[in-house]
């Protein structure tokens, strides 16, 4: 994969920003944010050759995408892997390959849900949990939670630390006014919050939002040419490690560290070199493990880090800036949110909240309970 570096580009987002919007499908979502990406782009439903979709209620999401936005008979490639919040991130760099390779010429990447309208719940996953199931976790939450307590009893993480966590997202959700909350939160409103899994409050899950997110991605050379300025994928690395957590081999170290060291191998970047993140907050404890995991700190002073400020606006290394799943939305699969906003922050559109020269971003996603990993870097043509 290292010849790809830079070869396919980000020609085209769209984001419906309808985190509650009753009476839309989970479809209406998606071919809303299809339509808003294909218009970014300045293409067509014509120039879709390649589909790939992810859905946590459909067994058969590339079909019933095709179908619905009439592109079926002109596909030439299509993937519908299913690992969870990190799906859109595989499909990118199966994407990535494709176009390399002349398999296609404009993939289309999309998702939609209406989870917040249709009841407000995650939707659970109908694959059994052998191991699991007789103790009746909550799920995913009891899984993210005993990562939480493991990390606190082997690194001395405290309840204070994740409260960081979700006050740096909400200051960053304050300067988008597209975030779902946007109220002030302090530390203590996190630690009083209603306590649904010990040690995590109501404030340190994800929000439960409708919404509909695609990206448009073509070769290089041709997105310079469409209507917005290309956004380069630098490199891209993908790791799955198990599906339950009493499988997770580690339950305080998750397998971005190898989906991290190799997008970052392809994209010839190190941590220092990146100007901005996005890592999958469904929980509190996510961007702390992730940001370890992914270099940006070392092992175990995730804490520590998030702590001194360093994520929130004004800190060293901006994070989460669209206010991540926890402030901003999380339509029940984030991780396509991630790529948005990094392409937004690379092509300086961001507004209020745009980092200054910002060059080089890295979005991160997460599947099943910290089950699956995919990295991808992201840069400005001035980064090739």
Request: glycine share 10%; net charge negative; with cysteine.
């Amino acid at each position: 994969m290292s010849d790809l570096r830079g070869a396919i580009s980000v020609a085209g987002i769209g984001n419906t920003n309808r985190w509650n919007a009753p009476g839309r499908t989970a479809f209406d979502q998606l071919q809303e944010a299809t339509f808003l990406a294909l218009e970014d782009a300045g293409l067509s439903l014509k120039d879709v050759d390649a589909l790939y979709c992810a859905h946590s209620t459909s067994g058969l999401p590339v079909l019933n995408a095709a179908e619905r936005l009439g592109v079926a008979g002109q596909l030439r490639h299509a993937d519908g892997t299913m690992v969870g919040g990190a799906s859109f991130l595989f499909h990118l760099r199966s994407a990535m390959s494709a176009l390399a390779t002349g398999q296609c010429d404009v993939a289309l990447v999309c998702y939609g849900s209406n989870q917040r309208s249709a009841g407000g719940k995650l939707a659970p996953m109908p694959d059994p949990q052998p191991f699991e199931a007789p103790y009746k976790p909550r799920y995913p939450l009891s899984s993210y939670a005993l990562a939480a307590g493991r990390h606190m009893h082997d690194y001395g993480t405290t309840r204070e630390d994740l409260a960081r966590v979700a006050v740096a997202a909400r200051e960053w959700a304050r300067m988008n006014p597209a975030a779902f909350e946007r109220e002030e939160l302090t530390a203590d409103d996190v630690l009083s919050a209603r306590m649904v899994n010990d040690p995590l409050t109501k404030a340190d899950c994800c929000l439960v939002t409708d919404g509909g997110a695609a990206i448009v991605l073509t070769r290089t050379d041709r997105a310079r040419d469409l209507r917005q300025p290309p956004v380069p994928v630098l490199g891209s690395g993908i790791a799955v490690s198990h599906r339950q957590i009493a499988s997770m081999p580690s339950l305080s170290e998750t397998a971005a560290k190898h989906s991290g060291a190799a997008a970052m191998a392809q994209a010839g970047v190190r941590p220092e070199d990146i100007d901005h993140v996005m890592v999958y907050d469904a929980f509190t404890i996510c961007t702390l493990m992730f940001l370890e995991d992914l270099g940006f700190c070392p092992k175990g002073e995730g804490g520590a880090f998030v702590s001194s400020g360093a994520i929130a606006p004004g800190g060293s290394l901006p994070v989460n800036t669209n206010g991540g799943g926890l402030s901003c939305n999380h339509p029940g699969m984030y991780g396509l949110f991630t790529l948005i906003e990094a392409v937004l922050q690379l092509r300086g559109q961001a507004g209020a909240r745009q980092v200054d020269g910002a060059e080089i971003a890295l979005a991160h996603a997460n599947g099943g309970v910290l089950s699956s990993q995919a990295t991808a870097i992201l840069g400005t043509e001035a980064a090739l």
